[in-house]
Structure formats: C-alpha cells, structure tokens
C-alpha cells in the first residue's frame, strides 16, 4: 500500500496570501495524483488530476506540480471560500490512498 | 447535470447489514468506473472500494474485504454497496463518486449517507 504523508497538518494563513500545501508518496506514483477540496457538510470537490491539471471549473488561483514522490499544490491570493481541508490521492495502483489531509484556517 | 445522490444509512446494530445505494443521473452511467468513500468523525477521507463499468473488475480496501460487496444496476443507473458484519469503526460518512475519464479521479461525489454502528 502507497503512503500518502501531508504537510502542514494545520497551515493558517491571511486572506490574500498564498499557500502552499505538500504531499509525499511513500513510492513513486508517477503523476497518479488528485487533490481535493472539503468542507464540513459538503461533498468532497477535486481541485487538480494528473498532478497539475485543473478539473473543470477550478480558479486559476489553485496550481498543482510534482511528479514521482513530492507533490505540492499551491492556492495564491486566499479567498475565504478557500478556508478548507485539503487532500492528495494516488491512483497508480489499489488500494487508491488519501493523504491524512491539510486544514487550511484563517489566520 | 451530474448527479450522485445517496440513500440507505442510518443506525444499526453492531453485526448488523446495510445495503446502501447511490442513483446517478445527468451522465452514461454504463461508462465510468464508480467508487464509494467514506469519513469516519473527525478523520480524513478513506477509499473503500471501485467498479469497472462491466462489473468484472472490483477492488476494495482490505479492512472491508468480505464483509463489504460493491455492485451495480447499469439499466437502473445505480450503485450498490452491501455492508455486512458492521462495526463500530465502520461508522462513518459513505460517499458515493464517479471515477472520471481517462486519468481523471473521482470527479463527481455525491452528498453522502451517514452509516452509525451502534448499541
């Protein structure tokens, strides 16, 4: 089973500052990987695929990279609507793995 | 407009079953892969199993394995997931989510149904 490992557990940050959110996979998962935006009560929303393909309807504001182990997702310009728990995902092999997942707050 | 929406949770017993549904609508469910996730309280997101269109391929996570079946109805456009010998660390939030296209992931989610194991 691939490792999802995420950091910061807690990021808290000012409206309109940046963020930038990590995911290490504990074996190469290529550029299987998917982020996810969740908020309490609402489905999850996947942010990024492909490790740095926007899904459909995604705010520029919200860029992925990495490929192989290290993968970072990175918001610019904070809205409040960004205020959220983020995850990473692999999907190179089964078990699909999330990541423990990042609480973006408000500072 | 996709649509996932969600039916079957609620309380039960430990040992318990449940069969849980998902009705998609607004896509050719017959042509994506489908999954379920589920959030226990205050924990992160868990994938707990998938279904190739066909049915013929299916994978779940391992703490599940026997105990929880993931099936579907292509003609009635719906997702199953049969939960049997329930307990108490299966409570949780059950999301129902397509798997997109291509090396699209889950794409479209559904709200979720609350499972609750409990005496």
């Known amino acids: 089973e691939i490792v999802m490992t995420q950091s910061p557990a807690i990021l808290s940050v000012s409206p309109g500052e940046g963020a930038t959110l990590s995911c290490r996979a504990s074996?190469?998962?290529?550029?299987?990987l998917a982020w996810y935006q969740h908020k309490p009560g609402q489905a999850p929303r996947l942010l990024i695929y492909?490790?740095?393909t926007r899904a459909t309807g995604i705010p520029a504001r919200f860029s992925g990279s990495g490929s192989g182990t290290e993968f970072t997702l990175t918001i610019s310009s904070l809205q409040s609507e960004d205020f959220a728990v983020y995850y990473c995902?692999?999907?190179?092999?089964?078990?699909?793995?999330f990541g423990r997942g990042t609480t973006l707050e408000i500072k | 407009e996709v649509q996932l929406v969600e039916s079957g949770g609620g309380l039960v017993q430990p040992g318990g079953s449940l069969r849980l549904s998902c009705a998609a609508s607004?896509?050719?469910?017959?042509?994506?892969?489908m999954a379920w996730v589920r959030q226990a309280p205050g924990k992160g997101l868990e994938w707990v199993a998938s279904?190739?269109?066909?049915?013929?391929?299916?994978y779940s996570v391992d703490s599940v394995t026997g105990r929880f079946t993931i099936s579907r109805d292509n003609a009635q456009n719906s997702l199953y997931l049969e939960i049997n010998s329930l307990r108490a660390e299966d409570t949780a939030v059950y999301y129902c989510?397509?798997?997109?296209?291509?090396?699209?992931?889950?794409?479209?989610w559904g709200q979720g149904a609350l499972v609750t194991v409990s005496s």
């Open positions: 492909g490790a740095s």
């Open positions: 607004g896509f050719t469910f017959s042509r994506y892969w």
């Open positions: 279904i190739r269109e066909d049915s013929i391929e299916r």
């Open positions: 989510a397509r798997d997109g296209p291509g090396i699209v992931e889950f794409d479209y």
């Open positions: 995902q692999h999907y190179k092999n089964w078990p699909r793995t």
């Open positions: 074996q190469s998962v290529s550029s299987n």
